[in-house]
Each structure stands twice: as C-alpha cells, then as structure tokens.
C-alpha cells in the first residue's frame, strides 16, 4: 500500500527504477502509454526487431519524438530519454538496468531473453506467459540462483487471479477454485485467425485500427490463452487441474458460488482446489448478466457456522447453502496496470505471481487432420489448440508443449482432437526454451522420486 510513496521517494532521490522493455506490441504499448504518469521510473531502452514499430507505436500512444532516440543506452541514462534498439543482448547485459520487461508474445524467445536476463542479475517480469506454462518453474529456479527475481506481469489475468488467492489464504479462507472468464463455445476450439473476428465481436476494421493481432486474439478464442493462463494461476498458486481439461461452465459473477462448488454438493468441481474458467455466454452463444469475462474470480468457504451468518449478516452473495462466496474483480486492464510489477519488484523485489509448483501443463491438440511434414503454426493458428492438463499425466504420456509448438515439422499423420506427443514432431534440442523444459522434467522426477 505503500508503493506510490516508495516511487516518489526514488524520484526525488532522482534514483529511478531502470527497465528495458523487449517486445513493442501491444501490451508494451499499453505500459509505456502509462509512463508519463509514474514517478521513480526510467523506461532505459525499448528493445524490438522492428524500430519503425516502435516509432508509430509510440507515436501512437502520444509520446513526443524528442523522449526517444536511436544514438545509445548511454545518453539515455544521462538525459532520462529512452533509447530504442534491436540488440537485446547488449541491453540486458548493461549494468545500470535493473529489471527486463519480456513482452514479444515468443515463448522461445522469453525463455532466452529470461536466462540470459538471470544471468546478467537482471529481474525479469514475464508478460509472455507462454513461456511460464512450458517452463516457469525452472525459470522462477534460475532467477532465484542468480539472485534476482522472476515474476508474472501485473495486469494479466493470471497475476490477478493469483493475488485474490493470496488475499483468501491470508484472511484464512479455504479456497474452492480460482480463476478467470472466458467468451466460450466448444466449437470455438476450432477457430482460426481468418474467423476470430467473427465470433470476438469485432469487425476486421475495428481490428485493424486497434493494431490487434487475430493469430493472438484466437489464441483466447480457442481455449489456448485461458489454459495457459490457468495453467499459470495453478503453478503459482498450487491450486489443481480438471482431469479432462477445462469444462468453461457458463455463468454471471452471481453464479460463481454455486458453481465452484463439489459436483457432490451441486456444483462442478470434480474435486476442491481446483482451476477454472467461467463462460460469460451459455450453450446457445447468448450473453450472460453481469458476466466475468475480462476478469479473475476465486471461491471460498465459510468452514464455521459464525463465519456462514457473517456472510448473511453482511448480505454477501453466496451459494444456497451459504457456505461458499466469490470474491471477483471484473476487469483487468492489461499492460496499463504493469507499473504494480515494476514498483513491486523494483522496490521491494516481491514477485506479483511466481510458479512454486508444476501442477498444471498446456498440451498441443490438434484442430484438424494433420499430415506428415506440415510445419506446425503455434498457438492461436490455424493447426493446434492448447488444452489444460495435469503435469503429471503430461510427463508420463510425453505430451508436447502447445509453447514449443511451432515451427516443428510433423514426422506422421496424427488425428483431429489428438494431444501430440514428443515423439511427433522434429526438434531443434539445441534450443533453450527446449533445454529449460527437459531440465524442468528431470527436476520434477528428482523430487517424485525422492519421495
């Protein structure tokens, strides 16, 4: 509650937060639009393959043309102005910086970016979330070996998410389930970027003018984003998975006690401390009231019958039995809210959602009928859909991350619905996303055997 007045001190101090950013898409953009509101920050280097993006997007969001420049990370942290580039590596080695900002979207490219950013003692706040669901757990490792810290970005779902459990166990709340909303149909899974827009709700020129990426946005459409997302809410949390996958049970913010509840008591639970995601539209595509689609949501229980007629005597919203309750938050606002990562790391190197456990893992499933020597497309295209899985049942089947799922070349005929395996596809092993994730299996086996 005290990070405002820490920012300000640093900027008085004229001591600010150093960050490069890598990545100038959209989240990016979202975050430096709020930049010339935040004290006690320095956004030292803007870090992409494409400098004429990050001009027009900067041009965008309103900054002047005399805060950025081309010349060096020198005069950027002599003057305060931001220095633009596409040489990652010579920024996060750069010893004035002190936290890297990984924003391409890239899981191969985050998981590179992230090591190397450890191993220059830089912290590193991970909006590609991709990256966390293949490898988090070995990445939060790596940071913490070389001193500095690894967190989930502030602002997406799965931070939030992840601080609404924080505050249920901290007020001493067993909790039910814990998750985000979600726009679903199951013949959504299907979608590929030519029919995103369709169902989304957006014209293709709404998109166009909003720069939105339809390969991204179907990434959420066909259950790939919310499952990574869950996954990444169950890694920090140590909350379960669904055997089968995510149900998508459809249902206003009212409804959340009642459905996150023990099938045996009524709900959808398969069991308690699981993840899930709410459907703000029912079965037949009609909207739901007060939905939580763009939100996070957890479900507890009041374990006492004092604290069940506390619930009734505060006129909280619970399920018939007045025994469970939702706590919600409606929206989360995206790279707008990332400066909560900034200051809480910068500050006070706390994470905001870090992966403690492997429990949840997103396997690539097939779309369609797929043939020997295709090139898979990665999530949100046109090939594969990521499905929510068990970490242990992943590891003993082989499955395939849907983050290292592309630009692979298939090496049989393999079945719509089917879940691939390693042993499906050809590798580069040379890669280090690759070498992250088979360093994390063998950890995990470590410990199960160990036990």
């Known amino acids: 509650m005290n990070l405002f007045k820490k920012l300000c001190q640093r900027h008085e101090q004229n001591n600010p937060i150093r960050i490069a950013l890598i990545g100038a898409g959209k989240f990016g953009s979202m975050y430096l639009s709020q930049i010339p509101n935040c004290k006690g920050v320095h956004i030292t280097s803007i870090i992409d393959l494409d400098l004429k993006k990050i001009s027009e997007n900067l041009l965008k969001i309103g900054w002047p043309k005399t805060q950025y420049q081309t010349t060096s990370i020198e005069k950027a942290l002599k003057d305060g102005s931001t220095f633009i580039s596409e040489d990652w590596e010579k920024i996060i080695s750069h010893p004035s910086i002190e936290i890297i900002i990984e924003c391409t979207g890239n899981p191969i490219a985050a998981v590179k970016h992230s090591i190397a950013a450890f191993e220059n003692k830089k912290h590193v706040i991970n909006v590609t979330v991709e990256a966390d669901a293949v490898c988090g757990l070995m990445l939060a490792k790596k940071a913490e070996l070389n001193g500095v810290t690894y967190s989930l970005a502030y602002g997406d779902q799965p931070a939030l998410a992840t601080e609404l459990v924080d505050w249920a166990k901290t007020s001493g709340f067993q909790v039910i389930a814990a998750g985000r909303g979600h726009k679903w149909l199951p013949q959504y899974r299907e979608s590929t970027p030519d029919t995103v827009w369709k169902h989304w709700g957006l014209t293709i020129e709404q998109a166009e003018i909003g720069g939105l990426n339809p390969k991204m946005f179907n990434a959420f459409l066909d259950g790939s984003k919310p499952a990574i997302e869950s996954a990444a809410i169950a890694n920090a949390t140590g909350l379960n998975v669904p055997q089968n996958g995510l149900a998508f049970p459809p249902g206003s913010i009212d409804d959340i006690p009642t459905l996150m509840r023990p099938i045996q008591e009524g709900g959808v639970l398969e069991q308690v401390g699981l993840v899930e995601v709410i459907s703000s539209i029912d079965r037949n595509g009609i909207p739901l009231p007060y939905d939580i689609r763009k939100g996070v949501?957890?479900?507890?229980?009041?374990?006492?019958?004092?604290?069940?007629?506390?619930?009734?005597?505060?006129?909280?919203?619970?399920?018939?039995?007045?025994?469970?309750?939702?706590?919600?938050?409606?929206?989360?606002?995206?790279?707008?809210?990332?400066?909560?990562?900034?200051?809480?790391?910068?500050?006070?190197?706390?994470?905001?959602?870090?992966?403690?456990?492997?429990?949840?893992?997103?396997?690539?499933?097939?779309?369609?009928?797929?043939?020997?020597?295709?090139?898979l497309d990665g999530e949100g295209g046109y090939m594969v859909f990521g499905k929510l899985c068990p970490a242990h049942i992943s590891l003993q089947s082989g499955y395939l991350p849907l983050g290292l799922a592309s630009g692979i070349r298939l090496k049989h005929n393999v079945k719509k619905d089917q879940i691939l395996s390693w042993n499906d596809v050809d590798f580069d092993t040379s890669i280090t996303a690759y070498q992250m994730r088979k360093e994390q299996e063998k950890e995990i086996s470590k410990i199960k055997n160990n036990k």
């Not at 939702?326 to 992966?355: C, D, F, K, Q």
């Open 297 to 375: 949501w957890v479900c507890i229980k009041a374990e006492t019958d004092y604290i069940r007629n506390c619930f009734k005597e505060y006129k909280v919203t619970t399920d018939p039995s007045g025994q469970y309750m939702g706590m919600y938050r409606r929206w989360h606002l995206i790279g707008l809210e990332l400066g909560i990562s900034v200051a809480s790391i910068g500050l006070r190197n706390e994470p905001t959602g870090v992966p403690k456990e492997f429990n949840a893992d997103v396997v690539a499933t097939c779309k369609r009928k797929l043939n020997k020597g295709e090139i």
